[in-house]
T-cell receptor, first 112, second 115 residues
Framework: SQQGEEDPQALSIQEGENATMNCSYK?????LQWYRQNSGRGLVHLIL?????REKHSGRLRVTLDTSKKSSSLLITASRAADTASYFC????????????FGRGTSLIVHP | DAGVIQSPRHEVTEMGQEVTLRCKPI?????LFWYRQTMMRGLELLIY????????DSGMPEDRFSAKMPNASFSTLKIQPSEPRDSAVYFC?????????????FGPGTRLTVL
């Protein structure tokens, strides 16, 4: 069963705009990760945030985690056409096997 | 490092044929994962190995699927006999070790089409 669910399923924006994707999950987690998948490629790890962290930054990426709401958001600032991809959240359950469970993904299209 | 290597990249076969997918994990990584991705079901974990030992194969759809890891640098996923509903992209991923299995490195995938 899938733990994390991304929202929206699809997002279309213009280059330069910010893109925000959300992930909700059901049970307590040890950590949450975001991955990107370009068309026809494998998933690439972007960022990991642990349950005791609230926010992390990596370049133009900003991830927040609200464990009380069981949700996370991924913000891509000043988007570029090259950011066009599917974005997945993956959660590792607290007390579990540390194996991440992936959501269905958000498809992001950035128009030049 | 070359990253996770998968072969073949594309496979087209007929129903009933045996299919073997191959994976070479990143050197030094102790955990290896096989996933299947379809539009309908998303990304599903089929099986994962730690130190060449299968730890959890509960995601393997049925007895037609089998996976082996004879050594630290090679794994296979076999489907016999294949069926059209097995058509999907199959990914292999590796991570440094089980206790830190949180960051996974994915291969480029094998796109399988069963006619």
């Amino acid at each position: 069963s899938q733990q994390g669910e991304e929202d929206p399923q699809a997002l279309s924006i213009q280059e330069g705009e910010n893109a925000t994707m959300n992930c909700s999950y059901k049970t307590s987690i040890n950590n949450l990760q975001w991955y990107r998948q370009n068309s026809g490629r494998g998933l690439v790890h972007l960022i990991l945030i642990r349950s005791n962290e609230r926010e992390k930054h990596s370049g133009r990426l900003r991830v927040t985690l609200d464990t009380s709401k069981k949700s996370s958001s991924l913000l891509i600032t000043a988007s570029r056409a090259a950011d066009t991809a599917s974005y997945f959240c993956a959660t590792a359950r607290a007390g579990g096997s540390y194996i991440p469970t992936f959501g269905r993904g958000t498809s992001l299209i950035v128009h030049p | 490092d070359a990253g996770v290597i998968q072969s073949p990249r594309h496979e087209v076969t007929e129903m009933g044929q045996e299919v073997t997918l191959r994976c070479k994990p990143i050197s030094g990584h102790n955990s290896l994962f096989w996933y299947r991705q379809t539009m309908m079901r998303g990304l599903e974990l089929l099986i994962y190995f730690n130190n060449n030992v299968p730890i959890d194969d509960s995601g393997m759809p049925e007895d037609r699927f089998s996976a082996k890891m004879p050594n630290a640098s090679f794994s296979t996923l076999k489907i016999q006999p294949s069926e059209p509903r097995d058509s999907a992209v199959y990914f292999c991923a590796s991570s440094l070790d089980r206790e830190r299995a949180d960051t996974q490195y994915f291969g480029p995938g094998t796109r399988l089409t069963v006619l």
